[in-house]
Nanobody, 124 residues
Framework: QVQLVESGGGMVQAGGSLRLSCAAS????????VGWFRQAPGKEREFVAA????????YYADSVKGRFTISRDNAKNTVYLQMNSLKPEDTAVYYC?????????????????WGQGTQVTVSS
């Protein structure tokens, strides 16, 4: 059974950095595209970033472009989200998700597997 476990969340001041990790088990990790999503209180879950399964292409929401970097280490079955220049509006629960099909990477409803989430809080 596929499991995704996020870690690395916490509290940081505006302008600071955090690195989230998404560790996968139970499947062929290198065959999956992986995305990061976030959900703030009272808001819908939104796309943050994604990385393709084969060529390593990356995709970002406009709100995080230039500040966040997604990467993957297939040898460690792990995807990372490096978050720099954090803003209070980045505060949310961050989820990683995995899917086999290589399209629709920004669409939460197309992902097959989800982690439990990790809280990120950015204070002003």
């Amino acid at each position: 059974q596929v499991q995704l476990v996020e870690s690395g969340g916490g509290m940081v001041q505006a302008g600071g950095s955090l690195r989230l990790s998404c560790a996968a088990s139970g499947g062929a990790f290198s065959s999956w595209a992986v995305g990061w999503f976030r959900q703030a209180p009272g808001k819908e879950r939104e796309f943050v970033a994604a990385i393709s399964r084969t060529d390593g292409n990356t995709y970002y929401a406009d709100s995080v472009k230039g500040r966040f970097t997604i990467s993957r280490d297939n040898a460690k079955n792990t995807v990372y989200l490096q978050m720099n220049s954090l803003k209070p509006e980045d505060t949310a629960v961050y989820y990683c998700a995995a899917k086999f099909l290589p399209y629709g990477l920004s669409l939460a409803g197309t992902y097959d597997y989800w982690g439990q989430g990790t809280q990120v809080t950015v204070s002003s």
